[in-house]
């Protein structure tokens, strides 16, 4: 089984205003939060996982509940609490690119505690975005990835950065830093990669075993530890926002890494060019459906072939 440890919320999209109105579009709400993302996706593709996080007892949380039970998602490891759930509300560029400004004052993910034990048979944990951040419970999260990484799980890591979110950069970036050696994955967008300051060659050695970069609409690369580079374009499509993209590519990767036998460090050294072209492609085609549709909706394993 694959968990997934991070925060869930509600995305409020913004929908077109009626043509020659002085009134605010409406906005819609939609289940989101990179890490429930990722597990949403990796159960549509009909990959074993579970959803480690703190939700609201507020209707948004019910709703939140009920969208990962739809998904396949287990939730034995999703805590409840009575504080209002997190907003994020949705700015969508011309080209479809979404920035977020967040509402997270006192909500109930910020409380998530740390579980005693994952359950027997977990390979593999995922982390990143909001969770990383925001304290209290960006501290148990933290203690879950070393502890998981400490009896050999597998560890992805996607920083997801959120600037508006994080009040001392240069703290931010050396704590990052202090959760490699804990990361089996390392994934990214060169955004991210920018504002972190390093490079995959740095970061391959302070702890991970491969570094995948996310390029927009320029596709995706991975470096490995052990020598491997690839590169494969991005699936052309009309892009309606590029809402959950990138937590579509963390369960991708995930999903095709587990396919193939692959779901461990020694696993990720093992692969050749070939093996990471056709991990890389097919996370490459899951995000693009993913950007086609407004807000986050990963496609179903069907979808893809």
Known sequence: MIVVAGESLIDLVPLPAAAGSALLPPLLPRPGGGPYNTAVALGRLGSPVAFCSRLSS?????????????????????????????????????????????????????????????????????????????????????????????????????????????????????????????????????????????????????????????????????RTRAGVEAAVPAVDVAVADTIGAGDTANAALLHGLDRRGALSRRGLLALDTAGWTEVLEFAARAAAVTCSRAGAEPPYAAELG
Not at 122 to 135: F, K, Y
């Open 58 to 222: 507020d209707g948004f949380g019910e709703a939140l509940l009920g969208g990962l039970r739809t998904a396949g998602v287990h939730t034995a490891l999703v805590q409840r609490g009575p504080e209002p759930t997190s907003l994020a509300v949705a700015e969508l560029g011309a080209d479809g690119s979404a920035g977020y400004r967040f509402y997270v004052t006192g909500t109930a993910d910020r409380l998530f505690a740390l579980p005693a034990e994952l359950p027997d048979g977990v390979r593999a944990l995922a982390l990143g975005t909001c969770s990383l951040v925001l304290e209290p419970g960006a501290s148990a999260y933290e203690t879950l990835l070393r502890r998981e990484a400490g009896r050999g799980v597998f560890t992805l890591l996607d920083p997801n950065i959120r600037p508006g979110l994080i009040p001392d950069a240069a703290a931010h970036r050396t704590r990052f830093r202090g959760w490699l050696p804990s990361v089996s994955l390392l994934k990214l967008s060169e955004e991210d990669a920018a504002w972190l300051g390093g490079a995959p060659d740095r970061w391959l050695s302070e702890g991970p075993a491969a570094v995948v970069t996310t390029h927009g609409a320029r596709g995706l690369t991975v």
